[in-house]
Each structure stands twice: as C-alpha cells, then as structure tokens.
C-alpha cells in the first residue's frame, strides 16, 4: 500500500513467475496478471529452463519452487542482473551467506527472501517481539486446519524467537508460572522459553494469537490466514520494492518500515 | 433472573452462612444482604457451634467451608430441616451418596452442591456438549492467572467430560488431527478425547474458550470470571431456588432450565 | 452428525437440486452426489420443467432457487408427495400458512425452510436466547466482507429477536446503558430492544458474537461462517431428516434437539 | 521494563502525589510505595499546600488531580526543578503551549502527560497506526462498562486520529463499504473516516479492538483494561523515565521506544 519508490515505476517490472504450477504460484500468477504496474512475461514450471526469462525480457524473478532448485534459481537471476523474490523455504544461514556473497559482485541487484508474505503475519510478530519487553507474561496460541502434520507452527517458532531476543535484550526474566501440578502436557510446549499451544480444528486456516499480560491488562495480537490470497499483498509489495533494495534482505519485515 | 416460585417467596429465606470469613463467604455475606428478598441471620466461622444457625432461625444454610466439614454441617442442616447450597468441593460419589440416603428420610429438604457458581461457565459447558455432537472438531482453551498449580482447570476436565459424554452419545468419533511431529507437547493435554490446552498470564482470572469446528465455520463459546463477584448471582440463584426442589441436586445447571 | 431415524434410511434419498446453478446451487450438488447416503438424480435450471424430477425418480427436493418461483416449485414437490428442504429466502408469514394449509393434504409429506443453512449459527442464535435470560446486559456484533449492502445482517436481525422473547418471557428488563452523550451513533442500531453494531471489513465472511455480561463475569457466544461450505451440513441434515418429519418446520433449529 | 537511565538512577527518586485520595491516587501511592526505587515522600489533597511537597523534599511530583488545578500544580512544579508525571485530563494545545513556554526557562525539568497510562492500550493504538497503511479496512469497537456516559470513548477517538493520519500519510483511501440501508445506525460511528461501534457490558471495564482486514486476512489488535493496576507500570515508567528527557513529553509513547 505504500507508494513505490521513484525508481521502481520508472523501469518497468517484468516478472517472471518460477514454480507457477503450484498452489502459491498458481495464485502469484493471478496476481502479478491484475496489478496494473506489473507485467506477465513468463510462467515456468520444473521441466522449463531458465533461460526462457531472460528471453522473455523479465527483469523480477518470483520463486515458488522447492528447497532443492531455488538457491539455483536465484543464482541465475542475480548473474543475470535479475531482482528475485523468493516464497520458498530452506534457505539456511549457509545458503543466505553463499548468495550474499554472489551478490557483492552485483550491486545493483535486489533479492528478498521472505519465510512468510502475509503482512498481517509480519506486522502481528513485529508488534509481539516489541510489546513483550513491557509486559511480565507472553504466551502463544497458534491454530491451523487439522491437516497439519507438524506442531507447533513455523510462524509460532519464529515468534517465540523474537519474543526471546527481544525480552533478553530489555532484561526481561520468563513468564511467571506457579504450575506444579500438570500430568498431561496442559501447559503445551516451551520454545524459547515461551509457551506455545497448537489447536488443530476443521474449518480453520492459519491464524496465530500472541497473549501479553500484565497487572489489569492483556494485549491481544491475532493474525487470522482465511486463504492464500492473503499472502498476495505482500508478494506485489515485495515485486515493487527489491529493484530500490539493493543486496539481500531477508523477511518481509526489512519492506515494511518497522522503525 | 428468572422468578423464585410462589412457595419460595412465600416462606422468608432466612440464610446462615457457614464459612462467612473466606474469600467467598465474604463475597457471599454481602451479596444476601443486599439482596432484597433474602434475610442474613447468621454469619459462622469454623469456631462457632451449628447449634447458632438454629438459634438465629435459620431457614437456609450456605455451606463455604472445606471439605474436611461440609459434609458434617450438611448432615446437620438436613437433621433440622434447613435446605442448603454448598459450594465447597470435595463431594466425591460417595459422599453424595450418603447424603441421598439422610435426604430420603427427609423428604421436604432440599439441597444443591455446585463445583461452579457462575452462571456464565455452566451454560458455557452446557452449550458446548450440545454443540459438540455437531462438529468434527473440538479442543478447549482454559485461561488463568499465574498463580494457579495445577493444569488444566478442574473446570475445563469437567467440560472435556461433558463433551465427551455427548460425543460419544451420538456416535461421533475423535476430532481429526493428522499431527505426526510435536516434539514439545505444544498439543497440550488429552482429557477424555479432548484436546484441553493451559493458558496461564498475569492480569487474568479464569477464562475459559471451547472451540468447535466444521467444514467452513468455527463456533467459539467463551467464558470469562473477572472478579468473584462472578459467582454471587449463582449462589443467590441456588438460594432462592433450593427450597422448591427437594432432595439433592448436583450442579447448578439443575436449576437452569437447559431443557 | 445425528444418525440418521429408521424410516429414513430405508427409504434411498433420491435428491433434485433446484437452483443447481447458482452459488449455493453448485456447492450443494457436490455436496449431495459426495454423500455416501444420498444420491443426486437431477440437477435444475430456471430454465428447466419441473416434471424432470419426477422423470428422474426423485424423492426429495432442494430448492436454492429465488422468492418469485420458490413458492410453485414446492407446492409441485407436495402435490406430488416428494419432500423438500428450503433455502430460498422470501418465505413470509403469509406463504407459509398456504403451504401448511397444503400440507394438510399430504400429511405424509415433511418441508423443511431454513432461512440459515449453518447448524453453528443456529445453535448459536439458540444459546444466546438460553443465556440472555440469564444476564443483564447483551449486545450483538456482527461482521460481513464490506460487499454486503444491508446493515444489520438478517441473522443479527434475528437473533435479537430471539433475544428480545427470551428476555421478555423471563421478565428480564433492558440492558444497563448509562450513555448520555453518543453524538455520531458509535453506540449502534437498536433491534428489538438489543443493541446490534454491524462491521464490514475486507477478508471477512459471515460472523457473529454474542456478548453477553454479568457482574464479574461475561458470555461470548461466537459463529465464523469462513465459506458456503459452513452450510452443507445443515443442508444434508435436513435431506436426511425431512422424511421423517412430516409437516412443516421453520428453521433448522427443529432438527437440532435443542430441547 | 527498560532500565532506568544511569542519571535517573544515580538521583533519588522522591515522589510526592497530588490528588492522593481520588481513585487514581490511592493506586498510585501504593505503587509508588511499594516500588523498591521510588520513595513516597508526600500524599497531597485539594486542601494541602503545594508548598508541603518541597518541605518534604521531593524531586518528583505526580499530579492526578482535576483539570481546574493542574496546569498551577505543574507550573509550580517547574517553577521548583521539580519534574512531573501528569495523568490529569483537560490539557488542551493552548494549555500545552503555556507549559512548553515556562519549561524554555528551566531546560533541565521534563514533565510528562499522558492522557493514558496504560501501556497495552498505548502500543495498541501504535500499533494500529502503523498496520492501518498496509490494510484497505480499518474499525475500532470499544467496550466499556454500562455506567460510562459518553460514547465513544476517548481512547477510541484517539486511535482513530492516529489511524486517519497514519493513512493520510500513506495515500490510503476509505475503508470499502458498499452499505446503501442502514435504516437504525447499525454502522456506527465515523470518528475522522474510521468506524467506531461502541458497547457497554456489564462485567466489562475498559476494552479496545482494532480490526484490520486486507484479502484472505484479519489482524485484530485488542487490548483488557480489567482494573486500574493497570496504569501502574506506567506511572511508574514515567517517573523513573521523566527526569532524562528534559521539556514537554505529551502522550506515554514518547517513552516506550517506537521507533
């Protein structure tokens, strides 16, 4: 929703989209066609070569592949002088040091990698980490269809994190908790030292309480997932900003002007 | 809220509180003497002889004490022909079962022991067995201050038991969880099939969250105790009440109306 | 998730779905011709006879179709002894006393006009009558996608009327309201003596909260309709249950046994 | 939370109170007399001199007292090197800009007014503010006990400026909103374009839900004042925090590091 910086609308931002096939790409492929500063150029799938992009003449690259071919993926881009925007996962500390290596010898060149594009998810974790310095009690509740296979959550995790760092850097100790009495897990599981409880329901989503607590008070920060089109706004945020964002950030926190 | 019955309201409701100097018979004083149409008579700590209520001309006896001697002033109560509402825990099958046998040669004498004076959270356990036999998923939330040792709440076992109870009534079967990686215990606690999960944060009460979930739609039904003055329209409720219903009821739904 | 009565299960449900077209229309063929118990034989257009569904053997018919043709296509159901479940709005006081008159006829014969199709909405809407005799203050907020032209939403509509019966019928008096000064309205539309503030915010649905509040302690009685899929089960209840159920039922609370 | 500065901690903070025997006062005292680095050194009501504070030595001045005498009471203050914590309301810009000239002359007091002490309530409204720009659909629904008067509150009036200007800034347009019948107001309020629903509940005291909505998502940002402990943290944060910031701080975000 923020302006996109001067550079970005006078090139034209011609994406290619890798991955279109899948779930989210079918959906990024929807999104980037109706955005009237965006340009189509190229839909791949796995069995397409890359070098069909650079033919097509994108300038962004969207990954949505797999954990095996996108750190190949974006190495092309980036020798090509391509700005990338990657959704897919595993990008590992070791794999982030390899290409911002790659990158110094492209400095012109922007790539965002972001574990999560819901704004309303990066924005509901931000505000978490900065209220859990002023608060004596934070706990997390996350909810997701009962499909899931894995508990707690991605997101949970990286928030819990953040609550940590956060409370470790203002002095905070842990939650109080005079629990000694608990023989059946009631109290669910400590990551960072921050209790995180997983609901797993029909008709649910993905959707993500953060409980802070006080003498008096509460602070509530819920971000509700009904679909994937929710993850839409900040893909195009994240299209229109990389060209003016040279080198690597990682998360979608970096575009987001979090102060 | 709903009208005492005409043979209630002709016989004056002479109330002995029994345990006045507790947390709850404080509460529990100053809510009959406000109330208009209830009489304090008497007022007992654990030092003071039964014989007192007698002498005050006790109708009705609120038993507040421990469960080391509600069952003993129970039995007095009901040898002397006071009806009686008791919100002291510990009246296990057994116990209930003796007192049956006394009622029964006392057959005007009414009596109700209730494990939870609010209103709010009966109908909430109420509703959510009711609603629990029409969905495929169900897992409760219960939410308290931190001082609390023991998880989850007796309240939440209790309404895990209900449902369960009507679940399994109706032939439904164990909500669906494809959970196969939850290293931590983030799942929380399995009470009768029930997935129950322990919130504890400083600056609440008692809260407690049912969640029920079907293909397309979600169904919360929350409950939350503030302050104990939370439980006071109960107990005024069971006074007012008790002297029509002879024998022994137990909860206060009983009293209800839950059709 | 009720079993389903004797009567019914031998009888095979043989379904035309009138209407099959529309949006409604489309989820409930599929929902039908998935059901390991029912079987769809026809699918209606406007354009279509309704003597198809006699060709194709039906049994039952469920009309999602509009207000002006509603009314015929279920006394064509009647006069030909099929039973027919309803989701067709406009079915005022007056319609339904000639159909019932026509039902008197074909005493064999069960229709069911469910004005909402969610069994969680409905048992919300009954829970928060139950409750509201019970506390002093209620108020109703519902939230819609910002696409909906009316405000309030016909179900908050109805609700507060449920609400207002109940109240009335116990005796119980308007909710506290101290407010002296509210010069733009924030304090909401009054319906039957009950507050009701509609929300529309993009991303949402259909939902509802009940509030309800007492001293100490508050009631939150909460429905999420996420997607047309939250109706389907209501729709295969009534299909399941209408046969043995002759007669006319308004709304789909007469098959919930909520007592 | 934050630790104090080293110059706050190195002075001693000595604290006296104005308006000690209002409802606010009697909080604050024991706060301040229970915390381990403040010292109360003086309760001060409507009748006491304010020349009683310097005879008792204190460095600081908490003011909670009524509009007609806090901007003399602050002045005072000043006028002594005292620095001050003011939740008095009632200080319009005119008033601000009076004080803003007298602290020019004394540059190494600083005085802070916080229209709200809640610090959950103060970054929620942040928050907000922040999260508005990235959201098409904004609403506020405030929720307050049944006694309160004016509707809606003043926090709400509050974050809705925040959210319009936020907004504004970020070239955000209206909320969508296709409602053409809304015949009893249902919708609400429009405070500065933002709809604010207001609710009184018995049970409640002071709430705030700000929801957020964009395509497939929801934040939803709620903040429970349960009691007035509440504002405790932060008075004392402001006392312990105000001597450092020498001049005019307006509003309790100042000193919870936004950035």
Chains 1, 2, 3, 4 share one sequence.
Do not use: C
């Not at 859990?132 to 499909?147: G, L, R």
């Amino acid at each position: 929703m923020t302006a996109p910086d001067s550079s970005t609308s006078t090139d034209p931002i011609r994406v290619a989209v890798l991955g279109a096939g899948g779930k989210m790409g079918r959906y990024a492929v929807q999104a980037v066609a109706e955005a009237p500063d965006l340009e189509l150029v190229a839909e791949l799938g796995s069995a397409d070569p890359l070098q069909r992009m650079l033919d097509a003449g994108a300038s962004h690259v969207l990954d949505l592949t797999v954990p095996q071919v996108s750190p190949e993926n974006v190495a092309f881009a980036v020798e090509n002088g391509l700005h990338a925007v990657v959704g897919t996962s595993g990008w590992s500390d070791e794999r982030r040091a390899r290409l911002r290596d790659r990158l110094a010898d492209h400095p012109e060149v922007g790539v965002l990698i972001a574990p999560n594009f819901s704004v309303g998810s990066v924005l509901a974790s931000a505000f978490a980490a900065q209220a859990a310095k002023h608060f004596p009690s934070v706990e997390i509740i996350e909810m997701h269809h009962p499909d899931k296979v894995d508990a707690p959550s991605g997101t949970a995790v990286r928030t819990a994190g953040l609550i940590a760092d956060a409370r470790s850097g203002a002095g905070v100790g842990p939650s109080p908790d005079a629990t000694t009495h608990d023989p059946d897990g009631a109290r669910g599981a400590l990551v960072d030292g921050v209790r995180v409880h997983a609901v797993r329901l029909r008709g649910l989503e993905a959707h993500q309480e953060v409980l802070l607590g006080g003498p008096g008070e509460q602070l509530v920060l819920r971000h509700d997932a009904f679909d994937r089109k929710a993850y839409m706004p900040g893909v195009l945020l994240g299209l229109r900003t990389v060209a003016s964002r040279p080198g690597l950030a990682y998360g979608l926190d970096a575009y987001l002007d979090l102060g």
